[in-house]
């Protein structure tokens, strides 16, 4: 799958628009090399990558060593170990490789055209700054970072989550009921939101109800620290004070 993730990061530092960030991509895993189609051809685009780097290395040895260092550094996690597949923050590190790269490659045309080079790079700079302009708006606080999600990204379970309770601590239950349900709609299978109805219910006193859904939780999730910690004080609350002890062992 990772070929098909190197090539999408490469997009990214291409044409890093904001409508095609996130805090969360969804990536469906490869399953051979034309399951998707993409998958074999974006292999071949990187390891045309890298014979190229080898090839340059002695003619242009400072592009080579920029992305070379790109590349080790997103192979870190982009590799063999069972992590999410993409992540932004990824490119960290690769960018540093990047850029060193772009002004290696670029000197030469400063030295012969230093103007026309400024010229260029203008509006370039322009853009890059009224994009990241834009995407900062999406970080302005942890509900714009999770509507930002949930608005590009809407199969992903947790994301709805993650923006109820935010709803719910600025007083906004209904708002925050809502997302919870949505959230099971999207993926019944993942226990978080209905934690999080267990919350908005144990807030109205609805004991019962909230056992119900945090044992949902639980039994989705048996990792679930934090669910096992609200079963527990909803089985305290509930007048069930051994079966409370037994949930928070």
């Known amino acids: 799958s990772q ?7 490469a997009s990214w530092i291409l044409a890093p628009l904001p409508s095609r960030l996130s805090l969360i991509h969804e990536l469906a895993p ?10 074999l051809p974006a292999w071949l685009a990187v390891l045309g990558v890298v014979v190229l780097v080898a090839a340059r290395a002695r003619r242009a040895p400072v592009v080579a060593l920029g992305l070379g260092t790109g590349l080790a550094a997103i192979a870190i996690e982009s590799s063999v170990f069972p992590l999410r597949l993409a992540h ?16 290696a490659g670029l000197r030469p045309w400063a030295a012969r055209a230093p103007r026309a080079l400024v010229l260029a790079a203008l509006p370039v700079l322009l853009a890059l700054g009224v994009a990241t302009h834009v995407r900062n708006r999406a970080w ?23 923006l109820g309770a935010e709803r719910a ?5 209904d708002g925050a009921r ?3 349900e949505r959230g099971i709609a999207v993926d019944p299978g993942y226990g978080g ?8 219910l144990a807030r109205e006193g609805r004991h019962a ?33 051994e079966e409370a002890v037994a949930a928070l062992r």
């Open 88 to 103: 932004e923050h990824r490119l960290y590190g690769a960018m540093v490789g990047v850029a060193i790269a772009l002004a």
């Open 178 to 180: 809502a997302l919870f």
């Open 209 to 241: 109800e909230a056992i119900a859904r945090y044992e949902r939780a639980v039994a989705l999730d048996p990792l679930d620290h934090f669910g096992f910690l609200n079963l527990g004080l909803a089985l305290h609350l509930a007048g069930r004070p």
């Open 30 to 39: 490869s399953r051979g090399p034309f399951e998707p189609w993409t998958t």
């Open 3 to 9: 070929g098909r993730v190197l090539v999408l990061y």
């Open 140 to 162: 302005l606080d942890a509900e714009a970072v999770w509507s930002d999600v949930v608005a590009k990204v809407p199969g992903y379970a947790p994301g709805y989550q993650s």
């Open 193 to 200: 939101n209905h934690g999080g109805l267990g919350t908005l």
């Open 169 to 173: 601590k600025r007083g906004d239950l």
